[in-house]
Structure formats: C-alpha cells, structure tokens
C-alpha cells in the first residue's frame, strides 16, 4: 500500500487554512488561501507580512485582533471560534479589497503535549456581511 500524501492532500482542501509555527509564520497554506500568489512566495514568511492590514484603512485592526487570537490559543491550549472579523486582504496587483472573515483557530501539540503549532481557518463572509445578514 502507498503511503498518503498528506501535504498534498492539506493544499487540495477547497478551503482557506494556514498551519503557523508560534513566530506566526506560515509552515502551510491550502491552495485556496494562497490567493493567486505562489507558494514558494508565501511558506516560510510571517502571516502578518503575507497579509497585512490595509494601510489604507486607519481603523484597521485585523492583525492585532489575530496576534491576540492566536496567543489565545497557545495560553489556553484550545481553539476556538473568533468573531466575524474586519481584514482587507490585497489582491495580486496590492490593491485591498474590504473581507469579512469568520476565523477558527486550533492547536497542535507536540509529542510532549506543548503546543507546537495553531492551525488557522477562515471563512469568507464578505458577501453575507454586506447584504446585512450577520453569520452565526
């Protein structure tokens, strides 16, 4: 019998996951969050330089309100659900566009029991916030 692929199979799921280490780089990304961009480009660099706040939004706070969830997660050493949140994301040509996201946040823990990494998910609810019907 082969043995799975399971990096293949992470980045073919059809939905937007990040696996971080707990410097809040990106060690994994699904082939739907990486956005058009190349993962060689992405793997490796901080979730927070990949995908910034927009700086064009002076109340923008989707980083800080993420670097608190994850650290939540780490503390607490349990995921949980975040809030439907704020964060623009740039297209390829940098140009941001308002997102509304619905983001989950799980540990993974290390052969010793220590968080080792956050497993990051979020579902994109721009459209459903802008119609004025909140998700639950």
Known sequence: MNTPDFER??????????????EWNIVAITDACLGGRRREDVVGRSQFDVFPDNPDAPDAAGTAAMRSALQRVVDERTGHAMPVTRYDVADLDGTFEERYWKPVNEPVFDSDGEVSHVIHGVEDVTGIVVSGRMPQ
């Open 9 to 22: 199979f992470f980045n073919a799921i059809p939905a937007n996951y990040l696996v971080l280490d707990l």
